[in-house]
Every structure is written in C-alpha cells, then in structure tokens.
C-alpha cells in the first residue's frame, strides 16, 4: 500500500499515545506494522536523506495533534495522551484531520490561514501532504517549469550553441577541471559523428566522447542514430560515450544502447533541463529558503 500521509496517521498516533507515555521512534515501527508497510516503504527517505518519509508524516502527525492539545510532549522524544485527547477517543471521529483540529483554539492561533468557508472550496487545510512536502512540491513546480523554459530557448539557439552547452553541463559536473582544459566542441565538418569530447582527468588519460541532437519533441531518437554513435566511437577507440538530446529516445534506441559492447549514457530533454538546473547552467539561484527544524539537542539538561 502507498506511504499514508500525515493526516491519516493523526488517529492512529492517538491511539498509540493512549497506551502510555510513547517515544516517537517506538510509534514509527508500530504503525509501520500496522500499515504493512514494505521494507522499500520503510527505507525511502526524503530528499535530504536525512529522515525516512513514513517517519516524517508521523513526526508531523504527532506535531499537529500537540498543536491542538490532544497530546502532550513529556520529555525528549517521548509524548502521550492529554484529558482531551482522552476525551476525543471516548467518542472518536472516523478519521482526524486539519479540518478537525481547527475546532480547538490553541490549533487555530497556530494555523490562522484555515478557515472553513461556507461555500464548498478546495482549503489548504484539505492537502494531505506536510508542510514541507508542499514547499518541495511547489519547487517541483517551478523547476518544471523553469526545465521547460530552458528547453524553449535552447530549441530556437543555433545548433552550435546546444553542443557547447553540452560541453559545458559536463564539466560542470567536475570532469577534468576547467572548462577551456576539459571540455572542446567539435561540431564541424569532418568530425567523425562526434559534437564534443571531455577529458575525464586533467591529463586526458580517459576522454568522453559527446553526441547532441537538438531535436524537436516530436522527433525521437532511434536505434539508428545509437548505431551510429557506436560507430564513430569505434574509429576514435572510445570506450564510452555521451548521447545528449532534446527530444526523447524511443524504446528501441534504448534497448541498443544497452546491447552494445561500448558504455553509451542516453540523456532526453527532461533529464537535461534537470542537470542544468542542478548545476547552474543557464540557469541562477534567485532566492534560499532554509527549513530550520527543533534542535532536541539544546534542550537536553544533560
């Protein structure tokens, strides 16, 4: 079954906290149990790699639930039921949520942007992700947008352009230090079907070779096209080449270049935008935003 979300696990982080004073850890194996969860869904972590998901959602259901007075944090980690916690459980709903919490005073003062509308409108307090899990869905967001923004401008630059770019993206990505050391675009007549080659190392021991199509959306990349790569890393004696487009490879494409003798990466449009975007080519940070959490740590009077 998939992960559940935050609100989702608000009743049954209630009920566990009903048992006695509970450490948050303790509750995240018991639900996990409880759910079924499989050993993938256990293990995935959020994209900082610090914290699994189902643990976060748990951590977020237990705060929401504090927030509102239905549990209260006894010492580091630990949390249990409070009298009105108790009292919810007397007679409980068949599932809590933020549209529930927001009955209770203290759970407005801290979510003042809830508010139940007299007429029917998707509510904020409606989502099912955790805070932080709408900050990265709205970045999601904007990178794709900003991904389909920089496909945009680089379909309408001259051809030369995109097999420089390509150079570039590579380096970027630390092979054989600088750019004007590491990376030469080739992309002229007599190339031998090859637009670009990367020095690994800042000796040029081992080069990548670079084939950029600049292709329109609707024009994929065949297994032809692979072929030909393949045969022009022949006669430069490569053993591993770089295959960038801005379109997308067909099937077939795909299944060659796993077929061949020779290490050959495919990189689609999408995939591209998304290395641009991870190291700043063509595109700028414009604004941080740092997500600060509780430090437990300063508070411990050992």
Not at 79 to 92: D, I, Q
Not at 214 to 233: K, M, S, W
């Amino acid at each position: 079954m998939p992960i559940p979300d935050f609100q989702t696990l608000m009743i049954p982080v209630l009920r566990l906290s009903a048992d006695g004073e509970l450490k948050v850890g303790e509750a995240v194996e018991r639900l996990s149990s409880e759910f079924q969860l499989s050993d993938q869904e256990r293990s995935e972590l959020l994209p900082s790699g610090r914290q699994t998901t189902f643990a976060n959602r748990v951590h977020w259901a237990k705060s929401y639930l504090g927030k509102a007075g239905l549990i209260e944090l006894t010492r580091r980690g630990h949390f249990r039921v409070s009298a009105r916690g108790r009292e919810v459980l007397a007679n409980p709903p068949e599932r809590i949520d933020i549209k529930f919490l927001n009955q209770f005073t203290e759970f407005r003062k801290f979510r003042p942007d809830v508010v139940v509308q007299a007429k029917p409108a998707p509510l904020a307090s409606e989502s099912e992700m955790t805070p932080d899990e709408v900050m990265r869905q709205a970045r999601d967001t904007l990178e794709s947008d900003l991904g389909a923004e920089l496909l945009g401008r680089i379909l309408v630059s001259p051809p030369e352009f995109f097999e420089k770019l390509v150079v570039r993206l590579v380096t970027a990505k630390g092979y054989g230090g600088s750019i004007s050391d590491a990376g030469r675009a080739l992309g002229r007549s007599g190339d031998g079907g090859v637009d670009g080659v990367i020095d690994e190392d800042a000796l040029g021991l081992d080069r990548i070779y670079v084939q950029a199509k600049r292709y329109g959306e609707a024009n994929a990349v065949g297994p032809g096209d692979i072929r030909d790569f393949f045969g022009a890393l022949d006669q430069f004696k490569a053993g591993k080449g770089l295959f960038v487009t801005t379109s997308q490879f067909t099937s077939s494409a795909t299944k060659t270049a796993e077929g061949l003798s020779k290490r050959i990466v495919l990189v689609d449009g999408k995939q591209l935008t998304k290395l641009m975007i991870r190291y700043g080519v063509g595109c700028r940070s414009e604004e941080t935003l740092y997500i600060k959490k509780l430090d437990e740590d300063f508070f411990d009077p050992a």
